[in-house]
């Protein structure tokens, strides 16, 4: 077999991965929203039932580069069934921020694939830089009474990403434990 022909084989596999893990992190979060819709924000973000975990675990499987990749895939078709799930969405940038860049941010996890646990928390801290930001210039307007914007921000956004970090560390631990992190398909 040619070495052009393997590689595209390979190629095609992880792609083929992507998709899966992707259209599992969408479920997930469905799931949650439909669900659990006490665990959502009133100006966006949610506590999910893991719906992270496929991303993260994907990233920390296949690297940083198809990790990113998988992130903005998520991250765009969240973006759609979002708006068209709420009616409308906001600024062209900010559904950069919070969408595709937030999410692709997750692959960021691959970095650390020899510390997997460090690696979901650079991933998570990824996706909240993106939202951070989102929530500094966009919904400023909405920081508590009395707030500084950048802590209104922060502990908005740390007040559902940072349960996404225990859960998803949590699952992914438990998944290293029964080796399945290291599965090379």
Do not use: C
């Amino acid at each position: 077999m040619k070495q052009s022909t393997i590689s595209e084989t390979i190629h095609t596999k992880i792609l083929a991965e992507l998709i899966v893990f992707a259209a599992l992190a969408i479920v997930l979060n469905l799931v949650s929203k439909f669900y659990f819709p006490f665990l959502r924000l009133p100006e966006g973000g949610s506590v999910t039932i893991a719906s992270m975990v496929p991303l993260l675990w994907f990233a920390l499987r296949r690297g940083p580069r198809w990790g990113i990749e998988a992130g903005l895939v998520y991250g765009l078709v969240h973006m759609m069934i979002d708006g068209a799930l709420s009616g409308g969405l906001y600024y062209p940038t900010q559904l950069l921020l919070d969408y595709p860049l937030a999410f692709g941010a997750l692959g960021l996890a691959g970095i650390f694939q020899r510390k997997p646990i460090i690696g979901v928390g650079l991933g998570i801290l990824g996706r909240f830089i993106f939202h951070f930001i989102s929530g500094v210039v966009f919904f400023w307007q909405y920081a508590w009474l009395g707030w500084n914007v950048y802590a209104y921000s922060a502990v908005y956004n740390a007040s559902y990403l940072l349960p996404e970090f225990i859960s998803s560390a949590i699952i992914i631990f438990i998944l290293l434990k029964r080796n399945l992190i290291n599965i090379n398909l």
